[in-house]
């Protein structure tokens, strides 16, 4: 991640335990020179050796796995944690689950990079791990950052591979990897593992989406390496040289409701509403089941000022998938257009029910709220 990793452990301090207090745990005895770690919380400047505890001790091991798995003792900590705390990855795994659920990504991830490090034969770990990362980049989108969103998704990538060198034929691994590869766009990857998915799970509802991908993916390798070098380029910014890409990809592909959708992403992030309005059509004409389409289409109406247009499309997302936030939020967006104001704080509120920690919701809920004193 763009942060330093060695941040995370900068109230980390080590301490040498007294030869007089060494116990043995089972076949375990503790070494007394070598140091231990602790976790002294932020601004406890009066922190003694009296309040040294072994939950102390394993909770400062934990983030050592998380944050610095090369540490020059940590076979010695696996060794020591182990003894002192054989259920650990039940304990943490369920409470990393917990926080994940409650959006609580940066304690989630770091509970699961802890659990990778310390065991990276569990494929759970990894998965559970990549999938906390995955979630951080969809918020990182969602927010408009697009730098975090991305070294998120780098993180991810990078979870997935090194699952790979301990479960290469795991199906729960490659239907999960082979989604990834799917929402990034590197439909080639993609392919190539969904085969290998279908082959490792001979029956099931996730082969049958897995086929059903397989079917929907342009078999030539070489449209799938135009495709994916227009993504990159529109993603690095560089939105003209991707749009000529994806105009020579759908030359050929004219029927490709994803390479209308990307050419009109390219003309979104350029501002020209208008030519992204009529990719975005296009592509809902030729599949009209993707809610991320009737979002971006009603974006470029709302920016052209065709206001009943843009709620006739959101309104129909709505009708497909009525929990999904960016839809409401958009509404939300819309109706203070519109200067309806008590529409605008409905939409905004029922944002807020679902994500609590939706900091646009919030900042456009206090927007109108100040408005109305």
Request: aromatic residues 12%; glycine residues 4%; contains cysteine.
């Amino acid at each position: 991640m763009s942060d330093n990793h060695s941040s995370h452990l900068s109230n980390i301090v080590f301490v040498s335990i007294p030869e007089e207090t060494v116990e043995k745990f089972k076949d375990f005895e503790l070494d007394p020179s070598i140091l231990l770690p602790v976790e002294v919380p932020e601004g406890e400047e009066n922190w003694y050796f009296g309040e040294l505890s072994w939950e102390r001790i394993i909770a400062a091991i934990m983030k050592i796995f998380a944050w610095e798995k090369d540490h020059k003792d940590i076979e010695y900590y696996r060794s020591f944690i182990n003894a002192v705390q054989p259920g650990i990855e039940t304990l943490m795994s369920s409470a990393g689950i917990t926080k994940a659920k409650n959006k609580e990504f940066e304690v989630a991830e770091e509970i699961f990079r802890s659990l990778v490090n310390f065991n990276p034969g569990n494929l759970y770990n990894h998965l559970n791990l990549a999938t906390v990362l995955e979630e951080k980049a969809t918020l990182f989108e969602t927010l408009g950052n697009k730098e975090l969103a991305s070294e998120s998704s780098l993180e991810a990538f990078r979870v997935y591979i090194d699952a790979l060198k301990y479960h290469p034929d795991s199906p729960d691994l490659l239907f999960n990897l082979g989604s990834f590869y799917i929402k990034v766009g590197n439909l080639d990857k993609a392919r190539s593992i969904f085969k290998k998915f279908t082959d490792a799970e001979p029956e099931g509802k996730r082969r049958e989406f897995a086929l059903q991908i397989l079917n929907k993916i342009p078999e030539t390798q070489q449209d799938d390496l135009l495709f994916l070098e227009a993504y990159d380029l529109i993603k690095m910014e560089r939105e003209y040289e991707g749009i000529n890409k994806i105009k020579t990809f759908l030359d050929t592909h004219s029927d490709s409701w994803n390479g209308w959708f990307l050419l009109g992403w390219a003309y979104r992030r350029l501002e020209e509403y208008e030519k992204a309005r009529n990719a975005f059509t296009k592509s809902l004409d030729l599949d009209d089941s993707n809610i991320d389409t009737y979002n971006e289409l009603a974006i470029c109406l709302m920016e052209l000022g065709e206001y009943k247009e843009c709620k006739k499309f959101l309104s129909s997302a709505l009708r497909k998938d009525g929990t999904n936030i960016k839809i409401i939020s958009n509404m939300g967006v819309l109706a203070l257009k519109e200067e309806n104001l008590s529409d605008a704080e409905g939409f905004f509120k029922t944002v807020l029910e679902y994500d609590p920690d939706d900091s646009i919701a919030a900042k456009y809920l206090k927007f109108i709220q100040e408005k109305k004193i």
